[in-house]
Structure formats: structure tokens, C-alpha cells
């Protein structure tokens, strides 16, 4: 991997170089640029599709998913999800891997993590070992995992949220949210009662759980980053994977959908798809698709709605 990048070296350690890098490839290949959206509040510009890295991604071997990674930064992919829990058997973290590879790219790309931690003391420790592992001085997105419908927003508000905030703060973490794939309503009130600047919410065309409808308006008011998960996971068979892809980056609101790959063809693939993408879905598309879809929606149909799942977690 060394050999093959040592002549770019230089340039990949900086934001213009690697935007040339990229200006220049397309420029000679004709093929078209990767497009990018801002994020809200923050003000980042981001890819419209960006790099997943959890259980999916933990599934390549090494070797492989440095390839990918790289083919996913010359592609014009610029950020880059992951959480402390997304692990391969306790052992190969997605946190390590991003923090052997992307430290070099440092200025060119944004790197999100997530805490399971509800606890202020044991979240703060929590995100000390995702900074170590990760190798940074400081994260652009610091988001609090898999908000659930027990969630008591009242309680995170005076503990780990609290501390979230003091991060931001003292500048450690650039901007603060959550993820969730099971509460549209609490997802509602997160952003509703506390400062939220990005969440990470299960957007699809299954509608499941009415993410669109109930939590994505408020995101939108309040000018939340949005990024979409669930975009293909357990609907991959029952609809094409371009419209489905073609479905979330259609979504008003929605600046990224993160997308975890296995295997280089499938993230080439994606690659082109969101490359090449110019015109939103029709109302009348995006409806025949959701009615294809729906039966999705029901109970414990996608295999990560089901009790038990854990998001990443690969045993």
C-alpha cells in the first residue's frame, strides 16, 4: 500500500491536492464527479453517499478493505461512519481500521463515531478509547448511538448529552447528535428539546417506522444534517438496489445516505450509482416503490428491526 501511494504522498496530506487528484481524473476520464450536499447546520460538504464501517465493512478482510477505502477517498467519498461498537468478534474494531488508514487523508475527509454509553462517566471513557483508537486530536461528528423508544431524553439531557456539549465546546468535537433506526418519535423530540447539529436517522423506501414522516420534518426546520441509513439492508431483495439508493438520496432533507459494502464491486457500483445521479425520484416513483416495498415495514421483516440485533456487532 506504502509503494503504491508514495508518489502522491504529498498531495493527499492536503485538501487542494486531493481535490486536484480528483479534478484531474475526471477531467481525463470523463466520468462524473461524486456530488456533494451540505450538512445542515454544520455546514460541511458532504458526499452524497459515504462510508459505512459496520458490520458490513468489518466482513472484508485485510487487504481489502484498505482498497476499498482508498477507492472510496479517490472517488470523492469524504465521510467516513463508524461507532465503538462496531467490532468483528471483539477483536478487529472499525475504529482501528479507521484510524490505520485515514489519519493520512485527515484534511480531506470527516470522520463521525458513535457512544452506546448512557452514563456520562463511563460515555466519556468510551469516547477516550474511540479517540486513541480512531488516532485523532479531534472528531468532526460525535453522535450518541441507536436512540431507542425507552429513551429518557430528560436524562441524557443532564448526563451524557451534557458532556457531549462541553466537548463541542472546548472544540475536542466539532459538532454533536444521535442515530436511531427504532424511534421516529424520540428521534422528534431529541431534536426538539436539546442541540442537535446531525442525526443519523433509518430512512428507506419500507417507510419503516415513519422516519420521513414524523422526524425528518423537524430536522428540516431546524436546519439538522441529515443522514440516511437502512437505505438497502434486508430490501435489497425485494427492490433494485438503484432505486432504492436512488429513493434516499431523493429524500428532501437528506444531505448523505452511509452505506457499509462487501466486496469491491458492490461499493464501485454504488460509486457510479451516486456519481450519476442527476434528477430526484417522482412522487408517483417514489410511491410505486414504497408499495412494492411495504410489507417490509411489519414486524421483525427487516433483520435489523429484530429483537436483539445489535447495530455492527459481528460475533
Not at 73 to 89: C, E, P, V
Not at 220 to 238: F, S, Y
Request: proline share 3%; hydrophobic share 40%; charged share 25%.
Amino acid at each position: 500500500m506504502k509503494s503504491r501511494l508514495s508518489r502522491r504522498s504529498f498531495l493527499q496530506h492536503s485538501a487542494a491536492g486531493l481535490g486536484a487528484i480528483g479534478a484531474l481524473s475526471n477531467s481525463l476520464t470523463g466520468a462524473p464527479s461524486m456530488p456533494k450536499r451540505i450538512l445542515g447546520k454544520t455546514g460541511l460538504e458532504v458526499s452524497i453517499l459515504s462510508f459505512g464501517g459496520g458490520s458490513n465493512f468489518l466482513k472484508n478482510k485485510g487487504g481489502l478493505w484498505e482498497q476499498m477505502m482508498e477507492k472510496a477517498i479517490q472517488a470523492g467519498i469524504n465521510l467516513f461512519d463508524t461507532a465503538s461498537s462496531y467490532q468483528w468478534r471483539g477483536t478487529d474494531s472499525s475504529e482501528d481500521r479507521f484510524g490505520e488508514f485515514l489519519p493520512k487523508y485527515r484534511k480531506s475527509v470527516i470522520i463521525s463515531t458513535k457512544l452506546d454509553n448512557r452514563d456520562a462517566y463511563k460515555g466519556l471513557k468510551e469516547f477516550e478509547t474511540s479517540m486513541k483508537r480512531l488516532k485523532l486530536d479531534y472528531l468532526d461528528i460525535l453522535l450518541l448511538h441507536s436512540i431507542e423508544k425507552s429513551e429518557d431524553i430528560a436524562a441524557l439531557e443532564k448526563g451524557i448529552y451534557k458532556e457531549m456539549i462541553r466537548l463541542k465546546e472546548e472544540k475536542t468535537v466539532r459538532f454533536i447528535g444521535f442515530s436511531s433506526m427504532n424511534s421516529a418519535e424520540k428521534s422528534r423530540e431529541m431534536i426538539e428539546k436539546l442541540p442537535v447539529d446531525v442525526a443519523i436517522l433509518a430512512l428507506n423506501a419500507t417507510k419503516y417506522g415513519n422516519f420521513a414522516e414524523i422526524a425528518l420534518p423537524v430536522a428540516r426546520e431546524k436546519n439538522v444534517g441529515v443522514i440516511a441509513m437502512k437505505a438497502i439492508r434486508g430490501v435489497e431483495q425485494t427492490a433494485p438496489v438503484p432505486e432504492l439508493l436512488r429513493y434516499d438520496f431523493s429524500l428532501p432533507g437528506v444531505a448523505s445516505t452511509v452505506v457499509g459494502h462487501v466486496g469491491m464491486q458492490n461499493l464501485e457500483e454504488n460509486i457510479q450509482l451516486a456519481c450519476t445521479f442527476k434528477q430526484s425520484m417522482t412522487q408517483r416513483e417514489r410511491q410505486e416503490l414504497e408499495a412494492r416495498v411495504a410489507h417490509l415495514a411489519g414486524p421483525h421483516a427487516l433483520p435489523w428491526a429484530r429483537p436483539g440485533y445489535r447495530d455492527g456487532m459481528m460475533v
